[in-house]
Protein backbone atom coordinates (compact mmCIF):
# COMPACT_ATOMS: atom_id res chain seq x y z
CA UNK A 1 0.00 0.00 0.00
CA UNK A 2 1.81 2.77 -1.04
CA UNK A 3 1.19 6.68 1.10
CA UNK A 4 0.08 4.85 4.14
CA UNK A 5 1.00 8.20 6.17
CA UNK A 6 -1.75 9.74 4.40
CA UNK A 7 -4.18 7.25 3.77
CA UNK A 8 -7.48 7.01 6.27
CA UNK A 9 -9.56 4.21 4.48
CA UNK A 10 -8.62 0.91 2.86
CA UNK A 11 -11.21 -1.10 1.99
CA UNK A 12 -9.86 -4.67 0.39
CA UNK A 13 -12.35 -7.54 -1.70
CA UNK A 14 -15.19 -5.99 0.22
CA UNK A 15 -18.35 -8.32 -0.54
CA UNK A 16 -21.88 -8.78 0.24
CA UNK A 17 -25.31 -10.72 -0.79
CA UNK A 18 -28.70 -10.64 0.34
CA UNK A 19 -31.14 -14.05 -0.82
CA UNK A 20 -30.67 -13.54 -4.82
CA UNK A 21 -28.76 -10.33 -4.87
CA UNK A 22 -25.10 -9.89 -4.87
CA UNK A 23 -25.39 -6.26 -3.45
CA UNK A 24 -21.07 -5.10 -3.45
CA UNK A 25 -19.06 -7.80 -5.33
CA UNK A 26 -15.12 -7.36 -3.90
CA UNK A 27 -14.84 -3.67 -3.68
CA UNK A 28 -11.46 -2.33 -3.38
CA UNK A 29 -11.43 1.42 -1.82
CA UNK A 30 -8.94 3.78 -0.77
CA UNK A 31 -9.59 7.19 0.53
CA UNK A 32 -6.70 10.14 1.74
CA UNK A 33 -6.53 12.16 4.50
CA UNK A 34 -8.45 15.44 3.71
CA UNK A 35 -9.77 14.10 0.34
CA UNK A 36 -13.52 14.83 -0.77
CA UNK A 37 -14.92 12.10 -3.04
CA UNK A 38 -17.80 11.70 -4.65
CA UNK A 39 -19.87 8.44 -4.80
CA UNK A 40 -21.75 8.66 -7.57
CA UNK A 41 -23.94 4.96 -9.28
CA UNK A 42 -27.40 4.21 -10.02
CA UNK A 43 -29.60 3.19 -7.25
CA UNK A 44 -28.86 -0.30 -6.38
CA UNK A 45 -25.51 0.00 -8.18
CA UNK A 46 -24.51 -0.66 -3.93
CA UNK A 47 -23.72 2.24 -2.71
CA UNK A 48 -25.98 2.38 -0.03
CA UNK A 49 -24.40 -1.09 1.50
CA UNK A 50 -21.19 0.00 1.00
CA UNK A 51 -21.92 3.11 3.17
CA UNK A 52 -24.24 0.99 5.97
CA UNK A 53 -20.94 -1.63 5.88
CA UNK A 54 -18.52 1.68 6.81
CA UNK A 55 -20.86 3.19 9.20
CA UNK A 56 -21.57 -0.60 11.56
CA UNK A 57 -25.39 -0.55 9.84
CA UNK A 58 -24.52 -3.89 7.87
CA UNK A 59 -21.85 -6.29 8.60
CA UNK A 60 -20.16 -7.66 5.70
CA UNK A 61 -19.35 -10.99 4.56
CA UNK A 62 -16.04 -10.78 3.35
CA UNK A 63 -13.42 -8.23 3.08
CA UNK A 64 -10.96 -6.65 5.10
CA UNK A 65 -11.39 -2.73 6.13
CA UNK A 66 -8.35 -0.44 7.49
CA UNK A 67 -8.87 2.81 9.16
CA UNK A 68 -6.20 5.11 10.57
CA UNK A 69 -4.19 2.31 9.71
CA UNK A 70 -5.45 -0.25 11.81
CA UNK A 71 -7.36 -3.43 10.71
CA UNK A 72 -10.70 -2.81 12.25
CA UNK A 73 -14.27 -5.04 12.55
CA UNK A 74 -17.10 -2.17 12.38
CA UNK A 75 -19.92 -3.92 13.72
CA UNK A 76 -22.27 -1.43 15.14
CA UNK A 77 -22.78 2.30 14.99
CA UNK A 78 -21.26 2.47 18.38
CA UNK A 79 -17.68 1.39 16.94
CA UNK A 80 -18.35 3.36 13.50
CA UNK A 81 -18.70 6.62 15.70
CA UNK A 82 -15.86 5.65 18.24
CA UNK A 83 -13.42 5.33 15.20
CA UNK A 84 -14.46 8.63 13.90
CA UNK A 85 -16.99 7.46 11.42
CA UNK A 86 -19.97 9.72 11.26
CA UNK A 87 -22.69 9.50 8.40
CA UNK A 88 -25.27 11.96 7.51
CA UNK A 89 -28.22 10.41 6.06
CA UNK A 90 -30.91 11.72 3.51
CA UNK A 91 -33.32 11.28 6.35
CA UNK A 92 -33.34 13.19 8.95
CA UNK A 93 -32.22 11.36 12.55
CA UNK A 94 -32.21 14.69 14.86
CA UNK A 95 -34.26 14.93 17.53
CA UNK A 96 -37.44 17.12 16.91
CA UNK A 97 -38.42 18.03 20.05
CA UNK A 98 -35.08 18.76 21.45
CA UNK A 99 -33.41 21.93 21.38
CA UNK A 100 -30.48 22.44 18.67
CA UNK A 101 -27.93 22.63 21.36
CA UNK A 102 -28.79 19.34 23.23
CA UNK A 103 -28.89 17.79 19.27
CA UNK A 104 -25.34 18.99 18.36
CA UNK A 105 -23.99 17.68 22.11
CA UNK A 106 -26.62 14.90 22.99
CA UNK A 107 -23.64 12.39 23.29
CA UNK A 108 -22.01 14.48 25.88
CA UNK A 109 -25.14 14.57 28.29
CA UNK A 110 -25.32 12.75 31.36
CA UNK A 111 -28.56 10.77 31.03
CA UNK A 112 -28.89 10.62 34.77
CA UNK A 113 -29.14 14.82 34.63
CA UNK A 114 -31.32 15.90 32.68
CA UNK A 115 -30.57 19.99 34.10
CA UNK A 116 -27.30 19.60 32.17
CA UNK A 117 -29.47 19.88 29.18
CA UNK A 118 -30.10 23.29 29.88
CA UNK A 119 -27.17 24.17 30.74
CA UNK A 120 -25.67 27.94 30.32
CA UNK A 121 -22.42 26.17 29.00
CA UNK A 122 -24.29 23.94 26.67
CA UNK A 123 -25.28 26.54 24.60
CA UNK A 124 -22.80 28.81 24.40
CA UNK A 125 -20.96 26.03 22.26
CA UNK A 126 -23.85 25.46 20.78
CA UNK A 127 -23.94 29.19 19.46
CA UNK A 128 -19.97 29.08 18.50
CA UNK A 129 -20.85 26.00 16.46
CA UNK A 130 -23.69 27.49 15.02
CA UNK A 131 -21.64 30.77 13.79
CA UNK A 132 -19.28 28.80 12.39
CA UNK A 133 -21.85 26.75 10.28
CA UNK A 134 -23.96 30.58 9.20
CA UNK A 135 -26.65 30.16 11.56
CA UNK A 136 -25.38 32.34 13.75
CA UNK A 137 -28.55 34.14 14.08
CA UNK A 138 -30.72 31.18 15.10
CA UNK A 139 -30.95 30.56 19.35
CA UNK A 140 -29.45 27.08 20.25
CA UNK A 141 -32.14 26.63 22.74
CA UNK A 142 -34.62 26.71 19.45
CA UNK A 143 -36.48 23.31 19.34
CA UNK A 144 -34.99 21.76 16.28
CA UNK A 145 -38.74 20.84 14.52
CA UNK A 146 -38.70 24.84 14.30
CA UNK A 147 -36.16 24.80 11.76
CA UNK A 148 -36.15 24.90 7.63
CA UNK A 149 -35.29 21.88 6.31
CA UNK A 150 -32.52 23.35 4.89
CA UNK A 151 -31.45 24.62 8.49
CA UNK A 152 -32.09 21.12 9.39
CA UNK A 153 -29.46 19.46 7.68
CA UNK A 154 -26.69 22.05 7.93
CA UNK A 155 -27.52 21.33 12.06
CA UNK A 156 -27.45 17.26 11.15
CA UNK A 157 -23.78 17.77 9.47
CA UNK A 158 -23.20 20.29 12.12
CA UNK A 159 -23.26 17.53 15.10
CA UNK A 160 -21.04 14.96 12.73
CA UNK A 161 -18.40 17.47 12.85
CA UNK A 162 -18.43 18.36 16.25
CA UNK A 163 -18.08 14.58 17.07
CA UNK A 164 -13.96 15.14 15.65
CA UNK A 165 -15.19 13.10 12.85
CA UNK A 166 -12.14 11.51 10.76
CA UNK A 167 -14.55 10.45 7.90
CA UNK A 168 -18.04 12.08 7.22
CA UNK A 169 -20.13 10.68 5.01
CA UNK A 170 -22.65 12.78 3.35
CA UNK A 171 -25.82 11.14 1.48
CA UNK A 172 -27.62 13.79 -0.93
CA UNK A 173 -27.18 16.54 1.48
CA UNK A 174 -28.05 19.26 -0.87
CA UNK A 175 -31.33 17.81 -1.94
CA UNK A 176 -33.49 20.10 0.58
CA UNK A 177 -30.87 23.38 0.56
CA UNK A 178 -31.24 26.04 -1.41
CA UNK A 179 -28.66 27.23 -3.83
CA UNK A 180 -27.55 29.89 -0.90
CA UNK A 181 -27.44 26.89 2.02
CA UNK A 182 -25.56 24.52 -1.07
CA UNK A 183 -22.75 26.94 -1.50
CA UNK A 184 -22.31 27.41 2.74
CA UNK A 185 -22.57 23.99 2.74
CA UNK A 186 -19.77 23.40 0.58
CA UNK A 187 -17.63 26.35 1.97
CA UNK A 188 -18.26 24.01 5.00
CA UNK A 189 -16.59 20.98 3.75
CA UNK A 190 -13.54 22.73 2.59
CA UNK A 191 -12.95 23.86 5.68
CA UNK A 192 -13.38 20.48 7.62
CA UNK A 193 -10.91 19.06 4.89
CA UNK A 194 -8.29 21.80 5.48
CA UNK A 195 -8.72 20.52 9.22
CA UNK A 196 -7.63 17.23 7.16
CA UNK A 197 -10.99 15.50 8.04
CA UNK A 198 -12.30 13.19 4.79
CA UNK A 199 -15.95 13.16 3.07
CA UNK A 200 -17.87 10.92 0.81
CA UNK A 201 -20.04 13.01 -0.90
CA UNK A 202 -22.76 10.66 -2.17
CA UNK A 203 -24.99 12.63 -5.02
CA UNK A 204 -26.87 12.09 -8.25
CA UNK A 205 -25.97 15.92 -8.49
CA UNK A 206 -23.37 15.51 -11.01
CA UNK A 207 -22.88 19.54 -10.91
CA UNK A 208 -22.25 19.53 -8.14
CA UNK A 209 -20.01 16.71 -7.80
CA UNK A 210 -17.61 18.39 -10.01
CA UNK A 211 -17.41 21.78 -8.32
CA UNK A 212 -16.64 19.78 -4.78
CA UNK A 213 -14.77 16.68 -5.16
CA UNK A 214 -11.39 15.93 -5.55
CA UNK A 215 -12.16 12.28 -6.72
CA UNK A 216 -15.23 10.17 -8.18
CA UNK A 217 -15.85 6.64 -7.60
CA UNK A 218 -18.39 5.14 -9.72
CA UNK A 219 -20.73 2.00 -8.90
CA UNK A 220 -22.46 -0.03 -10.66
CA UNK A 221 -24.45 -3.12 -10.60
CA UNK A 222 -22.64 -4.12 -7.02
CA UNK A 223 -19.21 -3.59 -8.32
CA UNK A 224 -16.86 0.02 -7.68
CA UNK A 225 -16.13 0.57 -11.60
CA UNK A 226 -13.43 3.11 -11.62
CA UNK A 227 -12.06 6.01 -9.45
CA UNK A 228 -10.81 9.13 -11.26
CA UNK A 229 -9.60 12.49 -10.80
CA UNK A 230 -12.57 14.95 -11.06
CA UNK A 231 -10.90 16.90 -13.20
CA UNK A 232 -10.02 14.27 -15.94
CA UNK A 233 -13.55 13.67 -16.32
CA UNK A 234 -16.06 15.45 -18.34
CA UNK A 235 -19.76 14.44 -17.66
CA UNK A 236 -20.86 12.79 -20.67
CA UNK A 237 -17.96 10.68 -19.64
CA UNK A 238 -19.23 9.96 -16.53
CA UNK A 239 -22.41 9.27 -17.21
CA UNK A 240 -21.91 6.74 -18.82
CA UNK A 241 -19.20 5.05 -16.50
CA UNK A 242 -22.71 5.43 -14.25
CA UNK A 243 -24.99 3.44 -17.05
CA UNK A 244 -22.86 1.24 -18.66
CA UNK A 245 -23.10 2.00 -21.90
CA UNK A 246 -23.09 5.51 -24.60
CA UNK A 247 -24.89 8.38 -22.84
CA UNK A 248 -28.51 8.09 -24.91
CA UNK A 249 -31.06 10.75 -25.51
CA UNK A 250 -32.81 11.06 -21.99
CA UNK A 251 -35.17 13.88 -22.75
CA UNK A 252 -37.97 12.61 -24.70
CA UNK A 253 -40.24 16.16 -25.20
CA UNK A 254 -41.15 16.90 -28.38
CA UNK A 255 -41.65 20.83 -28.78
CA UNK A 256 -44.30 19.54 -31.96
CA UNK A 257 -46.35 17.63 -29.52
CA UNK A 258 -50.09 18.33 -30.70
CA UNK A 259 -52.29 20.56 -28.14
CA UNK A 260 -55.56 19.29 -27.36
CA UNK A 261 -58.28 21.45 -25.53
CA UNK A 262 -58.05 23.00 -22.37
CA UNK A 263 -58.48 20.77 -19.65
CA UNK A 264 -57.50 22.83 -16.30
CA UNK A 265 -57.02 27.30 -16.07
CA UNK A 266 -56.26 28.72 -12.67
CA UNK A 267 -57.55 32.06 -12.65
CA UNK A 268 -56.30 34.99 -9.73
CA UNK A 269 -54.82 31.96 -7.39
CA UNK A 270 -54.20 34.07 -4.22
CA UNK A 271 -52.12 31.86 -1.24
CA UNK A 272 -50.69 33.92 1.57
CA UNK A 273 -48.18 34.75 2.04
CA UNK A 274 -46.50 33.64 -0.98
CA UNK A 275 -48.87 33.42 -4.31
CA UNK A 276 -50.30 37.09 -4.75
CA UNK A 277 -51.75 36.49 -8.14
CA UNK A 278 -51.28 33.44 -10.76
CA UNK A 279 -53.08 32.52 -13.97
CA UNK A 280 -52.28 29.78 -16.27
CA UNK A 281 -54.11 27.41 -18.35
CA UNK A 282 -53.20 23.68 -19.52
CA UNK A 283 -53.99 21.65 -22.51
CA UNK A 284 -54.42 17.88 -23.59
CA UNK A 285 -51.31 16.38 -24.75
CA UNK A 286 -48.77 19.10 -22.62
CA UNK A 287 -46.39 18.98 -20.84
CA UNK A 288 -46.14 22.57 -18.49
CA UNK A 289 -43.31 23.42 -16.10
CA UNK A 290 -43.62 26.16 -13.04
CA UNK A 291 -40.47 27.71 -12.55
CA UNK A 292 -39.01 29.30 -9.35
CA UNK A 293 -36.25 29.68 -6.71
CA UNK A 294 -36.73 27.34 -3.54
CA UNK A 295 -39.25 29.53 -1.28
CA UNK A 296 -41.46 30.67 -4.80
CA UNK A 297 -44.52 29.14 -3.99
CA UNK A 298 -44.73 26.69 -6.51
CA UNK A 299 -45.55 23.44 -4.89
CA UNK A 300 -48.20 25.72 -2.94
CA UNK A 301 -49.72 26.09 -6.27
CA UNK A 302 -50.09 22.88 -6.95
CA UNK A 303 -51.22 21.62 -3.13
CA UNK A 304 -54.28 23.86 -3.65
CA UNK A 305 -54.91 22.69 -6.84
CA UNK A 306 -55.22 19.34 -5.44
CA UNK A 307 -56.99 20.06 -2.75
CA UNK A 308 -54.11 19.47 0.19
CA UNK A 309 -54.09 23.08 1.24
CA UNK A 310 -56.62 26.10 0.34
CA UNK A 311 -56.55 28.86 -1.23
CA UNK A 312 -57.22 32.67 -0.14
CA UNK A 313 -58.97 33.90 -3.44
CA UNK A 314 -58.86 32.26 -7.01
CA UNK A 315 -60.85 30.07 -9.51
CA UNK A 316 -60.08 26.30 -10.79
CA UNK A 317 -61.62 25.04 -13.95
CA UNK A 318 -61.54 22.13 -15.31
CA UNK A 319 -62.64 21.10 -18.67
CA UNK A 320 -64.27 24.11 -18.77
CA UNK A 321 -66.24 23.96 -15.70
CA UNK A 322 -65.74 26.52 -12.58
CA UNK A 323 -64.56 23.79 -9.41
CA UNK A 324 -64.24 24.47 -5.82
CA UNK A 325 -61.58 20.89 -4.52
CA UNK A 326 -61.91 20.81 -1.02
CA UNK A 327 -59.36 17.92 -0.91
CA UNK A 328 -57.02 15.22 -2.71
CA UNK A 329 -60.77 12.51 -2.92
CA UNK A 330 -62.46 15.48 -4.91
CA UNK A 331 -59.63 15.91 -6.96
CA UNK A 332 -58.96 12.44 -7.95
CA UNK A 333 -62.81 12.00 -9.25
CA UNK A 334 -62.52 15.07 -11.68
CA UNK A 335 -59.14 13.27 -12.80
CA UNK A 336 -56.03 14.49 -11.23
CA UNK A 337 -53.26 13.26 -10.55
CA UNK A 338 -50.28 14.04 -8.29
CA UNK A 339 -46.82 13.06 -7.41
CA UNK A 340 -45.56 15.11 -4.50
CA UNK A 341 -42.70 16.58 -3.43
CA UNK A 342 -41.90 13.99 -0.29
CA UNK A 343 -42.72 11.03 -1.41
CA UNK A 344 -41.80 9.40 1.77
CA UNK A 345 -44.10 11.84 3.53
CA UNK A 346 -46.71 12.32 1.29
CA UNK A 347 -46.61 9.91 -1.31
CA UNK A 348 -45.79 6.03 0.20
CA UNK A 349 -46.88 4.11 2.81
CA UNK A 350 -43.33 2.88 4.06
CA UNK A 351 -44.56 -0.13 5.82
CA UNK A 352 -47.14 -1.43 3.66
CA UNK A 353 -46.34 -3.60 -0.24
CA UNK A 354 -46.07 -2.80 -3.45
CA UNK A 355 -49.41 -4.04 -4.17
CA UNK A 356 -51.28 -1.71 -0.87
CA UNK A 357 -49.34 0.89 -2.51
CA UNK A 358 -50.31 1.23 -6.29
CA UNK A 359 -53.80 -0.04 -5.61
CA UNK A 360 -54.49 2.55 -2.69
CA UNK A 361 -55.87 5.33 -5.29
CA UNK A 362 -58.36 3.04 -7.28
CA UNK A 363 -59.20 0.60 -4.28
CA UNK A 364 -63.08 0.61 -6.36
CA UNK A 365 -61.70 -0.63 -9.14
CA UNK A 366 -60.84 -4.09 -7.07
CA UNK A 367 -63.68 -4.70 -5.73
CA UNK A 368 -67.26 -6.50 -6.31
CA UNK A 369 -70.77 -5.79 -5.92
CA UNK A 370 -70.75 -6.67 -1.89
CA UNK A 371 -67.55 -4.72 -1.60
CA UNK A 372 -64.74 -8.18 -1.18
CA UNK A 373 -61.15 -7.59 -2.82
CA UNK A 374 -60.53 -9.54 -5.90
CA UNK A 375 -57.16 -10.50 -4.79
CA UNK A 376 -56.32 -11.39 -8.35
CA UNK A 377 -57.30 -8.50 -10.03
CA UNK A 378 -55.24 -6.84 -8.03
CA UNK A 379 -52.07 -8.89 -7.94
CA UNK A 380 -52.10 -9.14 -12.05
CA UNK A 381 -52.68 -5.10 -12.05
CA UNK A 382 -49.59 -4.74 -9.67
CA UNK A 383 -47.18 -7.16 -11.90
CA UNK A 384 -48.12 -5.24 -15.16
CA UNK A 385 -46.64 -2.12 -13.31
CA UNK A 386 -43.93 -3.99 -12.11
CA UNK A 387 -42.78 -5.01 -15.64
CA UNK A 388 -44.08 -1.51 -17.56
CA UNK A 389 -42.25 0.36 -15.46
CA UNK A 390 -39.26 -2.06 -14.63
CA UNK A 391 -39.61 -1.78 -10.51
CA UNK A 392 -36.77 -3.30 -9.57
CA UNK A 393 -38.19 -6.41 -6.89
CA UNK A 394 -38.27 -10.00 -6.00
CA UNK A 395 -41.44 -9.71 -5.54
CA UNK A 396 -44.64 -7.22 -5.41
CA UNK A 397 -45.45 -7.84 -1.96
CA UNK A 398 -42.06 -6.41 -0.58
CA UNK A 399 -42.69 -3.43 1.60
CA UNK A 400 -42.03 -0.32 0.01
CA UNK A 401 -39.31 1.08 2.28
CA UNK A 402 -36.53 -1.98 1.27
CA UNK A 403 -36.82 -0.57 -2.87
CA UNK A 404 -34.37 2.15 -3.76
CA UNK A 405 -35.76 5.40 -3.90
CA UNK A 406 -35.81 5.40 -8.22
CA UNK A 407 -38.44 2.36 -7.37
CA UNK A 408 -40.25 3.99 -5.05
CA UNK A 409 -40.59 6.87 -7.14
CA UNK A 410 -42.01 4.17 -9.54
CA UNK A 411 -44.53 2.58 -7.11
CA UNK A 412 -45.98 6.29 -6.53
CA UNK A 413 -46.02 7.02 -10.40
CA UNK A 414 -47.87 3.45 -10.65
CA UNK A 415 -50.25 4.25 -8.04
CA UNK A 416 -51.50 7.45 -9.89
CA UNK A 417 -51.58 5.50 -13.72
CA UNK A 418 -54.00 2.95 -11.97
CA UNK A 419 -56.55 6.09 -11.45
CA UNK A 420 -55.82 7.07 -15.57
CA UNK A 421 -55.90 10.52 -14.65
CA UNK A 422 -56.29 13.69 -17.12
CA UNK A 423 -54.38 16.32 -15.74
CA UNK A 424 -51.35 15.08 -14.17
CA UNK A 425 -48.99 16.81 -11.69
CA UNK A 426 -45.26 16.38 -10.68
CA UNK A 427 -43.55 17.55 -8.03
CA UNK A 428 -39.78 17.57 -8.46
CA UNK A 429 -40.50 13.73 -9.58
CA UNK A 430 -37.01 12.61 -10.38
CA UNK A 431 -35.03 14.49 -7.14
CA UNK A 432 -32.91 12.01 -5.38
CA UNK A 433 -33.29 9.42 -8.00
CA UNK A 434 -30.61 8.03 -10.59
CA UNK A 435 -29.58 9.02 -14.23
CA UNK A 436 -30.96 5.36 -15.42
CA UNK A 437 -34.51 5.85 -13.32
CA UNK A 438 -34.53 9.93 -14.51
CA UNK A 439 -34.52 8.31 -18.23
CA UNK A 440 -37.65 6.20 -17.64
CA UNK A 441 -39.37 8.83 -15.92
CA UNK A 442 -39.13 10.77 -18.96
CA UNK A 443 -40.25 8.18 -21.82
CA UNK A 444 -43.10 7.74 -19.53
CA UNK A 445 -43.91 11.35 -19.07
CA UNK A 446 -43.94 11.91 -22.74
CA UNK A 447 -45.88 9.33 -23.50
CA UNK A 448 -48.94 10.07 -21.13
CA UNK A 449 -48.34 13.47 -23.13
CA UNK A 450 -48.96 12.09 -25.88
CA UNK A 451 -51.68 10.19 -25.27
CA UNK A 452 -53.60 13.35 -24.41
CA UNK A 453 -52.75 13.68 -20.52
CA UNK A 454 -52.14 17.38 -19.49
CA UNK A 455 -49.22 17.08 -17.61
CA UNK A 456 -47.86 19.93 -14.96
CA UNK A 457 -44.16 19.69 -14.01
CA UNK A 458 -41.23 20.82 -11.63
CA UNK A 459 -38.42 20.50 -11.14
CA UNK A 460 -35.35 21.97 -8.81
CA UNK A 461 -33.46 20.94 -11.92
CA UNK A 462 -33.71 23.56 -14.67
CA UNK A 463 -31.99 21.50 -17.45
CA UNK A 464 -35.23 18.65 -16.52
CA UNK A 465 -37.32 21.90 -17.34
CA UNK A 466 -36.01 23.18 -20.47
CA UNK A 467 -35.86 19.40 -21.86
CA UNK A 468 -38.87 17.90 -21.40
CA UNK A 469 -41.39 20.93 -21.27
CA UNK A 470 -43.42 22.53 -23.97
CA UNK A 471 -43.97 25.73 -22.03
CA UNK A 472 -42.48 27.01 -18.82
CA UNK A 473 -44.16 29.89 -16.34
CA UNK A 474 -41.76 31.37 -14.42
CA UNK A 475 -43.39 32.08 -10.35
CA UNK A 476 -41.22 35.36 -8.89
CA UNK A 477 -42.46 37.51 -6.24
CA UNK A 478 -45.77 35.66 -5.65
CA UNK A 479 -46.60 36.41 -9.61
CA UNK A 480 -46.11 34.97 -12.99
CA UNK A 481 -42.92 36.76 -14.34
CA UNK A 482 -42.32 35.36 -17.29
CA UNK A 483 -43.75 32.47 -19.77
CA UNK A 484 -41.83 30.46 -22.11
CA UNK A 485 -42.26 28.34 -24.92
CA UNK A 486 -40.11 26.67 -27.78
CA UNK A 487 -36.78 28.04 -28.56
CA UNK A 488 -37.04 30.37 -26.03
CA UNK A 489 -36.74 27.72 -23.05
CA UNK A 490 -33.27 27.78 -22.24
CA UNK A 491 -31.09 27.99 -18.71
CA UNK A 492 -30.14 31.88 -19.29
CA UNK A 493 -33.73 32.93 -19.95
CA UNK A 494 -34.84 31.35 -17.28
CA UNK A 495 -32.22 32.02 -14.60
CA UNK A 496 -32.86 35.69 -15.40
CA UNK A 497 -36.36 35.23 -15.09
CA UNK A 498 -35.99 33.52 -11.63
CA UNK A 499 -33.84 35.72 -10.07
CA UNK A 500 -33.72 39.17 -11.67
CA UNK A 501 -30.78 39.60 -12.54
Same mark, same amino acid.
Given at each position: ?7 L???T ?15 N?N????E ?5 G?N?A????FV?I?G??V????G???F???N?R ?11 I?IV ?6 FP????? +???F ?6 D??V /??F @?R??N??A ?10 DI =??SL??R ?5 Q?Q?V?I??AA????K??I????T ?10 ? /????K?L ?6 I ?6 L? %??F ?5 I +??FR??S??D +??? =????TN??LI?M????? %? ?5 S ?7 K ?16 VS? =????G %?I????G ?12 ? /? ?13 G !? ?7 R???K ?7 ? @????D?L?L????K?N ?5 L?S ?7 M ?5 ? =??? %??? $?KQ???N +???? /??Y??F?S?G????VV????L?T ?7 D ?9 A?A?F?K???K??EQG #? ?10 E ?5 ? $??? #? ?11 GI @? ?5 L?? !?????
Amino acid at each position: MTNDYEQLLAVTNLSKSYPGVKALKEINFNLKKGEIRALVGENGAGKTTFVKILGGVVKPDDGIIFFNGKNVRINNPGIASDLGIAIVHQERSLFPNLSIA +TNLFFSEIDSDNSV /FIF @DRKLNEKAKKILIEFGLGDI =SPSLIVRRLEPGQQQLVEIARAAVKNAKLIILDEPTSSLSRRETNLL /FSIIKNLKKNGVSIIFVSHRLD %EVFELCDSI +TVFRDGSLID +TAN =SKSLTNTALIEMILGRE %EKEMYHSSSSTKKGKEVLKIIHLKIEPKIIDVSF =SLHAG %EILGIAGLLGSGKTEIVRSI /FGLSKMDSGEILING !STEKIQNPRQAIKLGLGYIPE @DRHKDGLILEKSIKDNIILGNLKSYSNAIGWMDLKKEN =SAT %EKH $RKQLNIN +TPSI /FRYVKFLSGGNQQKVVLSKWLETKPRVFILDDPTRGIDIGAKAEFYKIISKLAEQG #VGIIFISSEIQEIISICH $RVV #VIRNGKINSEFSGI @DINAAKLLM !SMTGD
